[in-house]
């Protein structure tokens, strides 16, 4: 199969929203306008292409600094879910936001970059699933290897946007009390996921 359409589905696989980033990204699509969870995504989808170009091309000496360093980044991370999540749970805007100026939409993208390249699970996992699908690649070929790469983000990127553009879809039938839940909620489920990951860096250091 053509590495293009290799990364397509790698990159559709890994883009499912089922952590904190996904939380995050779907609550700014239904709080603020398109552009501003499309720059999220793009926070999230930098990070992974990130972490596939380092799989992709062995970049061992990167992947031991993110298993060597796998608590410390751990760490920074929770405190970085617990900052983002307490700031969402008690976000005083409880209605839509149609507009944001580029320093917010630059917080947005940096905020989800973060969350993700503090992953260092992520890492890890992708050349698991890079040997069970297939990329295509054939060794040394840094050609393939970058089309590989193009299909991930064209996946990634329909992905995404097919989950974006359904809560786009589905916030003019939201009111006022339903965007306090949502930001209850959401801030609720990342301060929770924050707080496990400090917890199990702080159990590790005590065996």
Request: net charge positive.
């Amino acid at each position: 199969m053509h590495p293009i359409i290799q990364g397509f589905f790698i990159g559709f696989l890994i883009a499912m929203p089922t952590g904190p980033v996904g939380f995050l990204c779907v609550k700014r699509a239904l709080t603020h306008n398109f552009r501003a969870s499309i720059v999220s995504v793009f926070g999230s989808i930098t990070a992974d292409l990130i972490f596939g170009l380092v799989a992709i091309f062995g970049l061992t000496s990167v992947m031991h600094f993110f298993t060597h360093e796998q608590n410390t980044i751990r760490f920074f991370g929770g405190l970085l879910l617990l900052y983002i999540g307490i700031k969402t749970y008690f976000d005083i805007s409880h209605s839509f936001i149609p507009r944001l100026s580029k320093y917010e939409h630059l917080g947005n993208f940096a905020s989800t970059f973060s969350l993700t390249i503090t992953n260092p699970i992520q890492i890890l996992t992708l050349p698991i699933v890079f040997t069970a699908i297939g990329t295509g690649v054939s060794p040394g070929k840094y050609g393939q290897a970058l089309v590989f790469l193009v299909g991930i983000f064209i996946g990634s990127v329909l992905c995404w946007s097919i989950l974006i553009g359904t809560a786009s879809l589905l916030k003019k039938h939201l009111k006022e009390h339903h965007f306090r839940i949502i930001n209850r909620v959401t801030g609720g489920i990342i301060v929770a996921t924050g707080a496990v990951i400090l917890g199990t860096v702080l159990l590790s250091h005590l065996k």
